[in-house]
């Protein structure tokens, strides 16, 4: 592209002007905005030098983006009226394109000026908040549902490199930031009337041929002896990310500063913590969570004590702030001794149950607030990715003290609204204010995870009652275990029952009771045909007599032939039945059986002795001896074995989500 | 603690493939006899 030599109205310095876009042009010499104009170019004012931090882009950096080749041109830094910095930096594409990539918190935004249909007129500013949703429709036809993350006001503290509009020094602006699904991303620029819409996506280093970059070696800048000692205390302050920070706690003196530009101000005096329990890590602690940090290390730059009242009752809990250049900001939460590891999603992706409850929240929220949050009532359930989570807590979380660094104007005192959603081990979070409204993921971790990542050994450790809200149930691997167990059970006696022999019958024979006297029964002794045995076989001694109101009683001595060793059993049959008031009745039966397990193999004898009341006439008694009967006692032993460990975990189970949704203001017996 | 839950439920897989195999069973004995499901009185081997 062709380049535009011009010389600053200023200092008089060598200005390039490479981009055909350029409405405003940085001088790199005396940091002067310069307009260019049709008269010429002027002088709108000096620009404050931009605040290095740890990012991978720059001026010049080129890149390429779904096949199109780009080169940075411009940047300009933007402050949140809440603190907080980020930087929009110009893309002038080689086609032709503008487009606007935003950096923030580690992550990266790349959008386009987009103009609205007529049919879809772009809301107020007074008419967003946050978590409302709204419908834009572009010109090309095609529509986006976009939530509302945050509005505020934007001021433009520094710049370089080439503008592409008419950029103004510390001039603020209103605006608004939505997102969407698959990651869409946009701006509402209220600097116009009608304002301007900027349409993209989160996009990665890779996705714009950048992967290679590594974050800027970040040298610690040399400020003053005043701006990195506490101006209160003069104790020295040792800042992490310096360029992103806005907030600092002095360890010494409990002291509240401001950090601008690298400097420190005095805000306010700490109150003490009103939590008795000390903070588990230092600030300064490193630790990587594997795939949580994308193998990254990341660093406590911040803590802060935090707290919810319920029912008048205050609970407290810890929450560390961690940074790394690549990734950004994520948290850590330690509450009764169980861990979190939390990280930002985009509230577009959450779905809301069209339940919801409105009862439980006037009834704890002030005014303001319900009036601010209006449009997101609390759903009883939302998804995410598929998943779904159940309301669990919606309160006010207050940050009750704070130490070490933080990106935004933290204040003693701070209030959100925090709804919690679990599905355990997860659990969503929405933090609402007036102005924003934050999402993001807790992912329960281990007390055992949090000592290895961070190299310690001594964190307290909690119990298994109460859970913490998305704590997972740390016995499943009992249930899924013995529930695999029966399972195999089950496969062991399918595949072996080709392996069992059949039953055989080894005697069948009818021996005849003489008939006997009720008043004074006589026992009578029968013997049976002798009969062999096999070994490891059980053996069922069966007999059925056709009795009528009567009994008989036998004494079964199974006698082994060889060496007269003697096994006995006892059979009694007894059968009645009548009829009573019109309806027939009946007792007992006429058959039984004795079960015995393998005897050693050999030629048997069956020793009867029979007594009973037989009447006049003589019973047959039918008696069978059968082998290798399959009565299932086997299984039935080992089956109910196998079943103590996963109905003891069931229970248990059923114990633990009990104890969890009984810490909940939405449980119900 | 699992290490000791999986040795428990194996050793009653073990036993009751081998019980099978062997025609090993449960059952009760004596004059008494002639429960289906017997814990009482005693376990003979096969052979």
């Given at each position: 592209?062709?380049?535009?030599?011009?010389?600053?109205?200023?200092?008089?310095?060598?200005?390039?002007?490479?981009?055909?876009?350029?409405?405003?042009?940085?001088?790199?010499?005396?940091?002067?905005?310069?307009?260019?104009?049709?008269?010429?170019?002027?002088?709108?004012?000096k620009?404050?030098?931009?605040?290095?931090?740890?990012?991978?882009?720059?001026?010049?950096?080129?890149g390429?983006?779904?096949?199109?080749?780009f080169?940075?041109?411009?940047?300009?830094?933007?402050?949140?009226?809440?603190?907080?910095?980020?930087?929009?930096?110009?893309?002038?594409?080689?086609?032709?394109?503008?487009?606007?990539?935003?950096?923030?918190?580690?992550?990266?935004?790349?959008?386009?000026?987009?103009?609205?249909?007529?049919?879809?007129?772009?809301?107020?500013f007074?008419?967003?908040?946050?978590?409302?949703?709204?419908?834009?429709?572009?010109?090309?036809?095609?529509?986006y549902?976009?939530?509302?993350?945050e509005?505020?006001?934007?001021?433009?503290?520094?710049?370089?490199?080439?503008i592409?509009?008419?950029?103004?020094?510390?001039?603020?602006?209103?605006?608004?930031?939505?997102?969407?699904?698959?990651?869409?991303?946009?701006?509402?620029?209220?600097?116009?009337s009608?304002?301007?819409?900027?349409?993209?996506?989160?996009?990665?280093?890779?996705?714009?041929?950048?992967?290679?970059?590594?974050?800027?070696?970040?040298?610690?800048?040399?400020?003053s002896?005043?701006?990195?000692?506490?101006?209160?205390?003069g104790?020295?302050?040792?800042?992490?990310?310096?360029?992103?920070?806005?907030r600092?706690?002095?360890?010494?003196?409990?002291?509240?500063?401001?950090?601008?530009?690298?400097?420190?101000?005095?805000?306010?005096?700490?109150?003490?913590?009103?939590?008795?329990?000390?903070?588990?890590?230092?600030?300064?602690?490193?630790?990587?969570?594997?795939?949580?940090?994308?193998?990254?290390?990341m660093?406590?730059?911040?803590?802060?004590?935090?707290?919810?009242?319920?029912?008048?009752?205050?609970?407290?809990?810890?929450?560390?702030?961690?940074?790394?250049?690549?990734?950004?900001?994520?948290?850590?939460?330690?509450?009764?001794?169980?861990?979190?590891?939390?990280e930002?999603?985009?509230?577009?992706?959450?779905?809301?149950?069209?339940?919801?409850?409105?009862?439980?929240?006037r009834?704890?929220?002030?005014?303001?607030?319900?009036?601010?949050?209006l449009?997101?009532?609390?759903?009883?359930?939302?998804?995410?990715?598929g998943k779904?989570?159940?309301i669990?807590?919606?309160?006010?979380?207050?940050?009750?003290?704070?130490?070490?660094?933080?990106?935004?104007?933290?204040?003693?005192?701070?209030?959100?609204?925090?709804?919690?959603?679990?599905?355990?081990?997860?659990?969503?979070?929405?933090?609402?204010?007036?102005?924003?409204?934050?999402?993001?993921?807790?992912?329960?971790?281990?007390?055992?995870?949090?000592?290895?990542?961070?190299?310690?050994?001594?964190?307290?450790?909690?119990?298994?009652?109460?859970?913490?809200?998305?704590?997972?149930?740390?016995?499943?691997?009992?249930?899924?275990?013995?529930?695999?167990?029966l399972?195999?059970?089950?496969?062991?006696?399918?595949?072996?029952?080709?392996f069992r022999?059949?039953?055989?019958?080894?005697?069948?024979?009818?021996?005849?009771i003489?008939?006997?006297?009720?008043?004074?029964?006589?026992?009578?002794?029968?013997?049976s045909?002798?009969?062999?045995?096999?070994?490891?076989?059980?053996v069922?001694?069966?007999?059925?007599?056709?009795?009528?109101?009567?009994?008989i009683?036998?004494?079964?001595?199974?006698?082994?032939?060889?060496?007269?060793?003697?096994?006995?059993?006892?059979?009694?049959?007894?059968?009645?039945s009548?009829?009573?008031?019109?309806?027939?009745?009946?007792?007992?039966?006429?058959?039984?059986?004795?079960?015995?397990?393998?005897?050693?193999?050999?030629?048997?004898?069956?020793?009867?002795?029979?007594?009973?009341?037989?009447?006049?006439?003589?019973?047959?008694?039918?008696?069978?001896?059968?082998q290798?009967?399959?009565?299932?006692?086997n299984?039935?032993?080992?089956?109910?074995?196998?079943?103590?460990?996963?109905?003891?975990?069931?229970?248990?189970?059923?114990?633990?989500?009990?104890?969890?949704?009984n810490?909940?203001?939405f449980?119900?017996? | 603690?699992?290490?000791?839950?999986?040795?428990?439920?194996?050793t009653?897989?073990?036993?009751?493939?081998?019980?099978?195999?062997?025609?090993?069973?449960?059952?009760?004995?004596?004059?008494?006899?002639?429960?289906?499901?017997?814990?009482?009185?005693?376990?003979?081997?096969?052979?």
């Amino acid at each position: 592209m062709s380049i535009l030599i011009a010389n600053c109205p200023s200092c008089g310095g060598t200005l390039e002007f490479k981009a055909g876009t350029t409405v405003v042009i940085i001088c790199p010499f005396c940091h002067s905005a310069v307009a260019r104009t049709d008269r010429g170019l002027n002088d709108i004012g000096k620009v404050a030098e931009i605040v290095q931090s740890g990012s991978p882009l720059r001026i010049g950096l080129r890149g390429v983006w779904r096949g199109e080749r780009f080169e940075l041109t411009g940047r300009v830094q933007n402050r949140h009226e809440l603190g907080g910095t980020w930087d929009e930096w110009y893309v002038s594409f080689a086609n032709g394109w503008l487009g606007w990539l935003v950096e923030a918190q580690g992550k990266f935004y790349l959008t386009f000026h987009q103009k609205v249909s007529d049919s879809t007129p772009l809301p107020a500013f007074d008419e967003l908040q946050p978590g409302r949703t709204i419908v834009i429709e572009v010109l090309n036809g095609q529509k986006y549902t976009l939530i509302v993350n945050e509005k505020g006001i934007a001021e433009a503290i520094a710049a370089e490199g080439e503008i592409p509009y008419a950029f103004v020094p510390n001039q603020r602006r209103l605006f608004a930031d939505l997102s969407g699904v698959n990651n869409v991303f946009a701006t509402l620029d209220f600097e116009t009337s009608p304002p301007i819409l900027f349409l993209g996506t989160e996009v990665t280093l890779k996705d714009l041929g950048l992967e290679s970059l590594k974050p800027a070696e970040r040298q610690k800048k040399q400020v003053s002896a005043i701006n990195i000692n506490c101006p209160n205390c003069g104790g020295p302050l040792s800042l992490q990310a310096p360029d992103k920070t806005e907030r600092v706690a002095c360890p010494y003196c409990d002291s509240l500063l401001d950090a601008n530009e690298g400097k420190l101000t005095w805000l306010q005096t700490l109150k003490p913590s009103p939590y008795e329990k000390e903070f588990a890590l230092k600030i300064g602690m490193e630790a990587a969570l594997g795939e949580l940090t994308n193998n990254e290390r990341m660093k406590i730059i911040g803590a802060m004590v935090r707290s919810v009242e319920i029912d008048g009752e205050k609970y407290f809990w810890h929450e560390y702030l961690l940074y790394n250049p690549m990734i950004g900001f994520r948290w850590l939460v330690h509450s009764d001794d169980h861990w979190n590891f939390v990280e930002p999603v985009n509230a577009a992706e959450i779905n809301q149950s069209t339940e919801a409850i409105e009862k439980a929240i006037r009834n704890i929220l002030p005014a303001e607030f319900e009036q601010a949050t209006l449009v997101v009532t609390t759903s009883r359930s939302v998804s995410f990715r598929g998943k779904s989570f159940q309301i669990f807590q919606d309160a006010l979380a207050r940050v009750e003290y704070v130490t070490g660094e933080f990106y935004w104007r933290v204040e003693q005192g701070e209030t959100v609204r925090a709804v919690d959603y679990i599905n355990p081990p997860l659990m969503l979070s929405c933090e609402m204010t007036e102005k924003e409204i934050n999402w993001s993921l807790g992912h329960y971790l281990t007390v055992s995870e949090v000592q290895k990542a961070f190299g310690v050994d001594d964190l307290p450790k909690p119990s298994l009652f109460p859970p913490a809200p998305n704590q997972p149930f740390p016995y499943y691997f009992y249930l899924k275990w013995g529930i695999a167990s029966l399972l195999l059970l089950i496969i062991i006696y399918v595949v072996l029952l080709p392996f069992r022999s059949t039953e055989r019958i080894v005697l069948s024979q009818t021996i005849t009771i003489a008939p006997t006297n009720n008043q004074n029964p006589q026992p009578q002794i029968l013997f049976s045909n002798p009969f062999e045995l096999n070994g490891n076989q059980n053996v069922k001694i069966e007999a059925s007599a056709p009795l009528q109101n009567s009994w008989i009683e036998l004494d079964i001595d199974l006698v082994n032939t060889a060496n007269d060793a003697v096994e006995s059993v006892n059979i009694p049959i007894s059968y009645y039945s009548g009829v009573e008031d019109g309806e027939q009745w009946s007792e007992g039966s006429n058959d039984n059986y004795a079960l015995l397990s393998s005897l050693p193999a050999g030629n048997y004898i069956l020793r009867i002795q029979a007594t009973g009341d037989t009447g006049p006439n003589p019973i047959p008694v039918q008696l069978k001896v059968r082998q290798n009967t399959n009565t299932g006692t086997n299984f039935c032993c080992a089956f109910i074995l196998l079943s103590i460990g996963p109905l003891i975990t069931l229970y248990m189970r059923s114990r633990f989500e009990k104890s969890r949704w009984n810490q909940s203001m939405f449980y119900s017996d | 603690m699992k290490v000791l839950y999986v040795i428990f439920t194996l050793t009653v897989l073990v036993l009751y493939t081998m019980a099978t195999w062997f025609g090993w069973e449960i059952a009760s004995s004596g004059k008494r006899s002639g429960l289906r499901l017997p814990f009482i009185t005693g376990f003979r081997g096969g052979k």
